[in-house]
């Protein structure tokens, strides 16, 4: 008998789990047994299209901290919250207060969206220490600043990385590739501190990077063995200077600074002796070369 209403309650959790923020939140009102399942709820999702209507920045805080709280903090698995527009200073102190209940060694997708033009949020990276971010496989931030150390250590399940529009130096960066041996995906965008990037070996699993926007970025120096795709659209009037070794496996190249369209094709064969596929694009010229 208690068994079965194990099942009959995972069952319900699973159900409850399926469902959009909304239509969560209804049922947990009407149901005791969905309510159960809310507190407990594996995926937590904020912003202006899962909450509805919302007037302002204050309203949305508090819909967002009626939730978490009454949420146990057990089990949350993902948790996104975007502000689109909506972030401010009063919101940083219930922000970390959430981070805080779902940020569990349990976790393992967070993504925060800040908002363009505020101020910026700075990351707490003292959350992932501990064993609270051991589990995270996905990391998306935008509109941070973001200053991991090599104490943390707590990188070694993330696959996938996507940073946005965040403040982190090429030391910094390192000091997450140090310890993501899992990292499959990388992803960077606008930021604008980073002015060198060393992929170590010890990223053994990496088969995709796209860098886009970082302006100060001078170096790519690569000794991840298994990188495919490399993608740099860059908006800047000067070459990167990019360092793969004879042994590059790279297959996929797009390229999109101008600088380079000169010389690129001539060259980027030499240093990527594996590839297939070369894209460059600048100022409205493409020049595509297939085939191996």
Known sequence: MVHSCLCMQEMWQHIHSLMPMKDAARAACLSSAFLYSWRNRPKLSFSTETMGIVEGTTDFIRKIDRVMEKHSGIGVKALTIEFNGLFSTKARSYLERWLQIAVTPRIEELSLSM???KAYYDFPCSLLSDGSGSSIRLLDLYCCTFHPTAEIGCFQSLTRLHLEYVRITGDELGCV???????EWLKLRLCRHIKYMKLPCVLQRLTYVEVRGCSRLRVIENKAPNLH???IFYQAYHPIQLSFGESSLVKNLSIGYSSVLNHACAEL?????NLETLTIRSLGEVCFLGGS
């Open 229 to 231: 795709s490399l993608h």
């Open 269 to 273: 064969p030499y240093i990527f002796p």
């Open 115 to 117: 908002s363009k033009g």
């Open 177 to 183: 590739f140090s310890a993501s041996f899992a990292l």
